[in-house]
């Protein structure tokens, strides 16, 4: 990935970062890209689906295999360091969706990433993993 791109993911986040800030706070934020999925007012190309969480390919996609993954009920979880107990069940849930599709996916490996607030170059407050495979992985991310 050419080090624009990094640069112009990390304008996004910090953006979404203000506009997350500047909403009314009521631990929701602004409707998002997500809601509008959801909603079916944008089409995705979903690979997976049920009744807590839908997993889609990322329009722009940052390895030959990239998918999102997102609890369908945002319920106040705009980012993982906003989790409450009772989310517990759902967070479990999502990872074994993801290592679910992973595997299905990307035999030979995958990564997950969750990206979380400004400094995490978190673009999107609804909580999302991404799910990245077909290549080599390479270390340290970031």
């Not at 995705?44 to 889609?56: H, P």
Request: net charge negative; charged share 25%.
């Amino acid at each position: 990935m050419a080090s624009s791109g990094a640069s112009d993911e990390v304008k996004k986040a910090q953006e979404a970062a203000a506009a997350y800030q500047s909403s009314d706070l009521d631990g929701a934020g602004p409707a998002t890209v997500f809601d509008k999925i959801l909603s079916g007012e944008w089409s995705s190309n979903k690979v997976f689906e049920d009744e807590r969480c839908l997993a889609f390919r990322d329009v722009n996609p940052q390895s030959p295999t990239h998918i999102l993954l997102i609890p369908k009920e945002r319920d106040g979880l705009t980012q993982l360091s906003k989790a409450r107990p009772d989310h517990k069940e759902l967070l479990g849930h999502l990872l074994y969706v993801a290592q679910e599709v992973g595997t299905k996916e990307c035999p030979d490996g995958f990564r997950i990433v969750i990206n979380d607030g400004k400094d995490g170059a978190q673009s999107v407050y609804h909580l999302h993993l991404h799910i990245l495979g077909g290549r080599q992985m390479q270390w340290p991310p970031g």
